[in-house]
């Protein structure tokens, strides 16, 4: 194993060390550590064809002695060959990239783009953590993981990265072992109608971790900000929390098209701000848990499910607050349970100018609701079946603020005596801002503690 020195910058090419550095790519050995120094730009018109090194790893630097200043501007890598990735990872062990900027990684053709940006590992074998890296103007994927079924990588793991002007996915491919945290994501799906912020498919893995993340899809009308589509619905352990989803923001546009979290997995999916024009949430896993979350809805289409869909059965919509920040059709629906699934639990949400709170398509057993409370809402719950039975609901004022709080003097939560409020659920014990929910807790994503936030 060997480090090399690049500076692309430089006037000749030297021997490889901090003193002299390339400005010419050598082939490198397995277990190699590659440094690229900050503020030079390194163009390629062919494909880099890493695909048969082991545990490589890139990172930047700047001084004379090989060290780091992170003060200073990131390496830019671009790339000008068409229809093909810049960087192409398939051979085995673990490959780190840190601190590089990948920059208008296109060409233009006809008016488009058809380059890409980053490729990781699509073989079994190979995993791929990138930290600190920033993706712009990449025309198709910013990073493809891995690859499905017995391809799926082992591991891969993206944080602290920032994606801009992203073609299609900023992030797709499947693995064993997935995290997304600390990323921001902006300006996606801009070359084509299939891109995600975050696609996880074709897998089932053993964990997914999607956490602090931004994502804003509303510049174009197309997918999701996250999907997660296993092979076996179900499968892994999936979490996405503590994230700010943006989706898109039409009347028109099909609401299918545009789910913000999409997925058939199990997920647990708590403590995050949502924005939707459509479906928020689309549970199409089993015993999927959704709980604290902030999801605001706007200019829902008629036609459109309920801003969170149940396809599943077992699934438990808890302390959520769903809000309607401009009018909704009289069809809108905040809670919509599908045909065929049953145990549906829905309790402590809030719901407010959603004109049917919660609607059940099903014949079968009706679900549990208790404690939620209702603003502006026409309809509380609406069944096929038979109907509802719900105890200690809320129909007052809830006394907002204007980031959805509770007040002081808010229904939604106890009194000094510790009576009214919401029904305790031990797992949602920790409202969005993490703060611990007392017993009573209070009725939807934030709780009595959280008036202490307030200016």
């Not at 939707?276 to 959704?290: F, H, K, M």
């Amino acid at each position: 194993m060997a480090t090399t020195y690049y500076d692309f910058g430089a006037a000749t090419n030297g021997a490889g060390t901090s003193a002299d550095p390339k400005n010419t790519w050598a082939t490198p050995g397995n277990g190699d550590v590659i440094r690229i120094k900050r503020g030079c730009t390194w163009t390629r018109a062919t494909q880099l064809n890493l695909s048969t090194f082991t545990g490589l790893t890139f990172e930047a630097w700047y001084n004379s002695d090989g060290s780091d200043a992170p003060d200073q501007p990131k390496p830019i890598i671009t790339h000008t060959a068409a229809s093909t990735f810049a960087w192409n990872f398939q051979g085995d062990g673990t490959h780190k990239i840190y601190d590089l900027h990948f920059l208008n990684c296109t060409t233009n053709t006809n008016g488009g783009v058809v380059g890409s940006g980053l490729v990781a590992a699509t073989s079994a074998n190979a995993s791929i953590e990138v930290y600190r890296c920033d993706f712009e103007g990449i025309n198709y994927s910013a990073i493809r993981f891995g690859g499905t079924g017995a391809a799926a990588a082992p591991r891969c793991v993206v944080k602290h990265c920032t994606f801009d002007d992203i073609g299609e996915d900023a992030i797709y491919g499947g693995a064993l072992y997935y995290e997304v945290a600390y990323c921001r994501m902006t300006q996606l799906s801009m070359s084509t109608t299939t891109g995600d912020g975050i696609g996880f498919l074709g897998v089932d893995p053993t964990t997914v971790r999607i956490h602090h993340n931004y994502i804003d899809h509303s510049d174009v009308d197309k997918k999701h900000c996250v999907i997660i589509d296993t092979t076996t619905p179900g499968a892994g352990d999936v979490v996405i929390e503590d994230n700010e989803f943006i989706g898109y923001g039409s009347a028109t546009a099909e609401a299918s098209s545009h789910t913000v979290v999409n997925g058939d997995a199990k997920m647990i999916i708590r403590r995050n701000v949502v924005r939707s024009a459509g479906i928020a949430i689309n549970l199409g896993g089993a015993s999927s848990e959704v709980y604290s979350n902030l999801i605001i809805a706007t200019n829902i289409r008629a036609a459109s499910p309920g801003i969170v869909t149940v396809q599943a059965s077992s699934c438990l919509v808890n302390n959520n607050t769903l809000y309607a920040a401009s009018a909704l059709p009289a069809a809108g629906r905040g809670v919509d349970i599908a045909t065929g699934t049953t145990g549906t639990v829905a309790r402590n949400n809030l719901f407010v100018g959603i004109p049917i709170a919660v609607r059940s398509a099903s014949t079968a057993a009706n679900p549990t609701v208790s404690t939620n409370a209702f603003s502006d809402v026409t309809t509380q719950y609406s069944s096929a079946g038979d109907a509802f039975t719900s105890t200690g609901d809320v129909t007052a004022d809830p006394l907002l603020s204007t980031s959805y709080r509770p007040l002081q003097g808010s229904p939604l939560m106890p009194d000094a005596e510790g009576n009214g409020g919401g029904t305790f659920i031990s797992y949602a014990s920790r409202d969005i801002n993490r703060i611990q929910r007392p017993n009573p807790p209070s009725i939807g994503a934030h709780d009595v503690a959280t008036m202490r936030l307030e200016p």
